[in-house]
């Protein structure tokens, strides 16, 4: 039998869970084979599934456990959205805190047991993983991006186009076709350059997310 990975993260779905290792493995070695990946990451099919009483309270009591992470998405609710995430993280820890700071919460139980949390894009503003990866972007790629949001603002009026909700998923694919090799899917637009993983959102994310897991860096630590 595998041996239980003791870092866990929670995520809301496949883009999740298939992108951050790309991001991630810009600051630390991620591992190639499941059995050596620093963190094992579950997708949830979705906010009400990751959200859903006891999912959080089970996972929780996974045996060898020593740290997990929540990420959810902002979307437009970001104060609801923080405040259910932070109710289902007190039944599991107490003293769990009450505000989110910009670098992510990361709390650590009376028996030891690391938890953090992190609202995307940048636990303060509405949006989701794909409005992170929008605030990645090289400055010799903002014309392109600024074409691709302009084309889908243009389409949004036309029977059969993307909601309103979908705002930032629609501006990043369409950006992502043009690019070349065109058509990159989420997680290798971050192998590919299509983003960048070093501007300083990504290393705010990165800090907590290797102080959460207690990972080393993969080279020098970040200033």
Not at 178 to 184: A, D, K, R
Request: with cysteine.
């Amino acid at each position: 039998m595998p041996k239980q990975n003791p870092n866990l993260l929670l995520v809301e779905g496949k883009d999740e869970q298939y992108t951050l290792p790309f991001l991630m493995d810009e600051y630390v070695v991620w591992g190639d084979k499941k059995e050596d990946r620093v963190v094992e990451i579950k997708e949830h099919d979705g906010l009400e599934n990751l959200l859903r009483p006891g999912v959080i309270e089970a996972e929780s009591k996974t045996p060898g456990l020593r740290s997990f992470g929540v990420i959810i998405d902002a979307n437009d609710e970001f104060d609801s959205r923080w405040s259910r995430v932070r109710e289902r993280c007190r039944r599991v820890a107490v003293g769990f805190p009450d505000d989110l700071p910009t670098g992510g919460v990361i709390h650590v139980t009376p028996d030891g047991l690391r938890i953090g949390v992190w609202v995307m894009p940048d636990n303060r503003s509405r949006g989701m993983l794909e409005t992170f990866l929008s605030l990645l972007l090289i400055p010799e790629r903002l014309p392109l991006w600024s074409f691709a949001r302009e084309s889908c603002d243009r389409a949004s009026g036309i029977a059969g186009s993307y909601t309103a909700a979908h705002r930032d998923k629609a501006h990043v694919h369409t950006y992502l076709a043009w690019v070349e090799p065109p058509g990159l899917s989420l997680p290798y637009s971050i192998l590919r350059r299509a983003f960048d993983a070093r501007l300083p959102l990504a290393e705010n994310f990165a800090r907590w997310f290797m102080a959460l897991y207690q990972i080393a860096p993969r080279t020098t630590p970040l200033p």
